[in-house]
């Protein structure tokens, strides 16, 4: 097991999100090489990367402990930079959600029967939420001054009792519409980026590292849902076959041994395969193999 801290100065401090982003930003990191690991009750994974050292941290903590210096690099979403306020370096948004892969929402909600119908009405109320400083910024840009406080939790339990209104997480939307809420304004969306601190980004070691790293991330994104599909097509049956494929890049051609033959081989996306295939078995297209794509750099 890799522990942070160990002595080498040529090793990557990366964080990862602990909780409910763990699983897919675990996901991305396999899918781009890395081999992640983990150890009963343990909140530091191993990683076949000697030049690497992971550790779990809660999202929302992760850009502090980057602009801090404690870590280089980190996983976390936008609205938890925001929140901290961090003094960090933005490498790369990488969209993928729990759910769904839109980026999620920070929105002002109030019950259905509410008579506040807009964000002005909202002067002198009382807001719950978990991002008090993404709140109270967005309130100062529109110019409203409301009582923003923290919730510690069951937020969309708040109105109207405990609350005015809230500022909440969503997906979907569905939660906030079981609670009986309305959205009024999106305040903020996110979407999961990979930061660094400034101290490692301005080392040209750990830099190089981080742009590596980020390379292979940025290739499984790309990879996700694609295919590749090879297959002989007589030359003259090439165009009724090119035709009929939704190529990522304009097909890969290659001349055969018999030179009435080409070998043709392009990627698509996975949901297209079962329709495209017997299109292109009609079109002349022979030994049609299909096979998995890992990673995609462009």
Known sequence: MIIVGAMSSKVLK??????????????LFRRAGYNVSFHARSYYPSVDDPEMECMLIRAQEIPRYVQDGVMDAGLTGYD???????????????????????????????????????????????????????????????????????SWGATEAKPPVLADAIVELTETGGSLAANNLRVLETVLESTPRLIASKEAWADPWRRRKIEDVTLM????????????????????????????????????????????????NTIVDESVVREIVPKLKDAGARGIVEYPINKIIE
């Open 217 to 264: 991330l940025r290739g499984a994104m790309a990879a996700e849902g694609k295919v590749g599909l090879m297959m002989n097509v007589e030359v003259a049956d090439l165009d009724r076959v090119i035709a009929i494929l939704p190529a990522l890049e304009k097909p890969t051609v290659s001349s055969l041994s018999d030179k009435a033959w080409v070998a043709v």
């Open 14 to 27: 990366i964080a990862l999100p602990a909780g409910s982003l763990q699983e897919a930003a675990v996901s």
């Open 80 to 150: 938890w930079v925001r929140e901290n306020r961090a003094d960090v370096v933005e490498v790369a948004e990488l969209v993928f959600a729990k759910e769904t892969r839109r980026p999620v929402r920070w929105v002002l909600a109030v019950p259905q029967d509410s008579s506040i119908r807009r964000v002005g009405d909202l002067e002198g109320k009382r807001i719950a939420t978990e991002v008090v400083n993404v709140t109270s910024d967005f309130l100062d840009r529109v110019g409203v001054r409301a009582h923003v406080e923290f």
